[in-house]
């Protein structure tokens, strides 16, 4: 009965939020074929399939080794890269060969779950190891199915972070330095015209040809929208995760500023601009002044300024709000690593599991190798931002990633809901708003939000019958 249901599963499971945590790519060198994923079978041996790039897959062929040493145990590593790892697990579990340990994204948990694919890890895993995971690393892989509530404390576990992202603000401080601007305060967040002022100062034609060549800004709306919308005191959801609120005068004001950053203040590039170079190839290239800084940017960060000081440099601070005095925060994410219910090794595959996401040397290799933020607080708070980070050329305002991932992170709105697909169509027909100025944000949300209420709905619907057939 088991084999039937995981099959039906993958065969019609909806499509979620992709919402990892890092966005290393790369690829093993047997990424194109079709490795054999299921799980061991003699008492001791695994598999576990992840993505990444050769940071990751040293730092996991680090902490395996030990982990065997340590066991006993014989862990075959399958590797993909990240635009293939989701179509290659769909296909191992429609064909019933569930690794042992495999990553996860919690916006598709919940339908794992129901379908019988993810353990319960809640007995595997001491109350000591949770305790020293940031908040968000377990509880975006804790579900209640009798209640349908997710990330409550004391709920069962089904995964454990490979990480925590903290989506963190930039700014180029070496053209803050050319333009004799005061570099913006590491902790105290600007104000929304405070940040269009500064935007204004940067956006200038430094080459003297009558043409801007330089820009305050550049960004994306999909993934740049929803600190400045919480700065705002606005949301996607209520939270119950029952009603859209995208229908407020707070919601409206805050996406009409982030549209008229380019339409309005001009401290974009034009769209025209946009097709020449890309913003982020702007930000690269020193011409853009603030723009998002995640910890799976760093290393390629630091190699531009290695290589073009007199353009690149860079530090991180808080996102602007729309008052002083107002909160910040941005969007923190997280990859999981799961165990399979069917693994026939259950609780190796789940002491290897916890291994991977908290055993401290791998922890410190992820980190130095600029993969992610460690996961373990004791480490990141103490030797990690007052030696380690420093010495490995994190950003010198590097303890901002560790306020988002403790209190400043707020999962994407998509995250908690059994599908995101009434998240996924905001962003239908946004660019009418952000781009061509055709519609105010007002008059788009007020038809939006009906939309996304009916998607919302079927979501629960959908969770509810996932639940029956459970």
Not at 23 to 30: A, L, Q, Y
Not at 108 to 124: E, I, N, P, R
Not at 321 to 330: F, H, I, K, Y
Request: charged content about 20%.
């Amino acid at each position: 009965m088991r084999k039937m249901k995981t099959a039906a599963f993958a065969a019609t499971v909806v499509g979620a939020l992709t919402l990892a945590a890092c966005s290393s790519g790369g690829s093993s060198d047997n990424a194109s074929e079709e490795p054999d994923t299921s799980g061991g079978t003699a008492a001791n041996e695994l598999t576990f399939m992840f993505r990444g790039g050769d940071y990751d897959k040293l730092a996991y062929e680090t902490a395996i080794d030990a982990f065997e040493a340590e066991t006993g145990a014989k862990v075959k590593m399958i590797i993909t890269d990240a635009d293939q790892y989701a179509t290659k697990l769909q296909a191992a579990i429609a064909g019933n060969k569930v690794p042992d340990v495999f990553y996860i994204e919690p916006g598709k948990m919940m339908g794992y779950v129901y379908a019988g694919v993810l353990a319960d890890l809640t007995d595997y895993v001491d109350q000591a190891t949770i305790d020293n995971i940031w908040d968000f690393g377990t509880q975006a892989y804790r579900f209640n199915t009798e209640t349908g509530a997710r990330g409550q404390d004391g709920d069962p576990l089904y995964g454990l972070p490979k990480d925590v992202g903290p989506f963190g603000f930039g700014y180029n401080t070496v053209l803050f330095d050319k333009l004799g601007l005061e570099h913006p305060s590491a902790d105290e967040p600007l104000t929304f015209d405070e940040f269009v002022a500064l935007a204004k100062d940067l956006t200038v034609d430094m080459d003297g040809d009558g043409e801007l060549d330089h820009w305050g800004t550049g960004l994306n709306v999909t993934w740049n929208s929803q600190a400045f919308i919480w700065g705002a005191g606005a949301d996607w959801i209520s939270e119950d995760q029952k009603t859209v609120t995208v229908d407020t005068p707070e919601f409206a004001d805050a996406l009409q500023w982030f549209a008229d950053l380019g339409l309005v203040e001009g401290v974009t590039p034009s769209a025209e601009q946009a097709q020449t170079l890309d913003t982020y190839q702007r930000w690269m290239a020193g011409e853009i002044g603030f723009f998002p800084v995640a910890p799976w940017d760093i290393a390629t960060y630091n190699e531009k300024a290695a290589a073009d000081p007199e353009n690149f440099g860079y530090d991180v601070i808080p996102y602007p709000v729309a008052n002083e005095g107002d909160d910040w925060s941005t969007w923190l994410g997280s990859l999981g690593i799961a165990v399979s219910e069917n693994s026939a090794n259950k609780e190796l595959a789940a002491q290897l599991a916890t291994y991977l996401s908290t055993d401290l040397e791998a922890q410190k290799i992820l980190a130095e190798n600029k993969v992610q933020i460690p996961n373990l607080i004791d480490y990141a708070t103490g030797e990690w931002i007052e030696t380690d980070a420093p010495a490995a050329g994190w950003p010198a305002n590097t303890k901002i990633f560790l306020e988002i991932a403790e209190s400043k992170g707020r999962p994407l709105p998509g995250i908690w809901t059994y599908t995101p697909e009434w998240y996924d169509n905001f962003w239908i027909g946004i660019e009418n708003v952000v781009d061509n100025g055709s519609q105010t944000a007002a008059d788009f949300l007020a038809a939006k939000q009906p939309e996304m209420q009916m998607l919302l709905d079927q979501s629960w619907v959908s969770a509810d019958q996932a639940k029956a057939q459970g």
